[in-house]
Nanobody, 125 residues
Framework: QVQLVESGGGLVQAGGSLKLSCIAS????????MGWFRQAPGKEREFVAA????????DVADSVKGRFTISRDNAKKMVYLQMNSLKPEDTAVYYC??????????????????WGQGTQVTVSS
């Protein structure tokens, strides 16, 4: 059973930065792609960023390109989301997620089977 726990959310002014962390329990972390998604009130959950199990491929949504960076440390079973130049429209609950199938790589939410409880990010204008 995989458990994912996010941390690092909070309240920040527009233009500020936050770094989200996600720690995973269980085995075989380094065989799975990991992703970050977010959900704002009244909106559907949307893709933010994903990273291949070996760090060689990373994708971010167009809305955060140039501002957000995803990274991982397989030895620590951690995945991170560095968020810079935050905007009010980045306000959402951010979720860490683990891909359903090892050695696969998708950016759609349905391909992820394990989710954290989420961490709130609020950006004030």
């Amino acid at each position: 059973q995989v458990q994912l726990v996010e941390s690092g959310g909070g309240l920040v002014q527009a233009g500020g930065s936050l770094k989200l962390s996600c720690i995973a329990s269980g085995s075989a972390f380094d065989s799975y792609a990991m992703g970050w998604f977010r959900q704002a009130p009244g909106k559907e959950r949307e893709f933010v960023a994903a990273i291949l199990w070996n760090n060689r491929t990373r994708d971010v949504a167009d809305s955060v390109k140039g501002r957000f960076t995803i990274s991982r440390d397989n030895a620590k079973k951690m995945v991170y989301l560095q968020m810079n130049s935050l905007k009010p429209e980045d306000t959402a609950v951010y979720y860490c997620a683990k891909q359903r199938t090892p050695y696969s790589y998708e950016v759609v939410a349905s391909s992820y089977s394990s989710w954290g409880q989420g961490t709130q990010v609020t950006v004030s204008s």
